[in-house]
């Protein structure tokens, strides 16, 4: 690829999608494995390697999400705090990790969105949650700061430096 943001230098293209705080953080962290929208913008890339690029407001779900990590008992709130927020040397609005997606499910059925299980992976309830549900294979941080940007709707292609890649993934040639 050609120059990224800041430096140039090597980088590669990905597809990428923003999301707020507290859930890109759950998401790079590994903690949130379903990804879910009322939408199938993530469907197109289904077993592909994306970035995750974090916005800068939170997502106000009125401490829900604290609640459902709460289910299982066997978080602390340091814990939490620490899956919720971004590792030392990362801010908002930057890509910050890269992710692996498995399928995409519809699932109209609320009923079945609120299976523990659905709720547990999304860190939503099943009456918030998307109908359309992506799982996370694998989340894998940048090296700080990662590439900062502005964010965006949807799905877009973007450059990440390559210094930045974490050591060990490799980026698949998606496009």
């Known amino acids: 690829g050609g120059g990224g943001g800041g430096g140039g230098g090597p980088s590669v293209t990905l597809p990428a999608f923003s999301m707020n705080l507290p859930f890109a953080a759950l998401v790079?962290?590994?903690?949130?494995?379903?990804?879910?929208?009322?939408?199938?913008?993530?469907?197109?890339?289904?077993?592909?390697?994306?970035?995750?690029?974090?916005?800068?407001?939170?997502?106000?779900d009125g401490g829900m999400h604290q609640e459902i990590m709460r289910r299982e008992g066997d978080l602390t709130d340091v814990d939490i705090l620490r899956l919720t927020t971004l590792p030392p040397g990362f801010s908002r609005g930057a890509v910050v990790a890269v992710l692996e997606l498995g399928a995409t499910e519809l699932v109209e059925d609320e009923a079945e969105r609120c299976a523990p299980g659905n709720e547990r992976g999304a860190v939503a309830t099943g009456q918030a949650m998307g109908r359309y549900l992506t799982k996370v294979e694998k989340a894998t941080w940048l090296k700080a700061p990662g590439a900062p940007m502005r964010g965006w709707p949807g799905v877009r292609m973007v450059e990440v430096p390559e210094a930045v890649l974490p050591d060990g993934v490799a980026i698949p040639a998606n496009n």
């Open 28 to 60: 790079a962290h590994g903690y949130k494995y379903l990804e879910t929208r009322n939408n199938t913008m993530l469907q197109q890339y289904d077993y592909q390697t994306v970035a995750l690029h974090v916005g800068q407001r939170t997502y106000p």
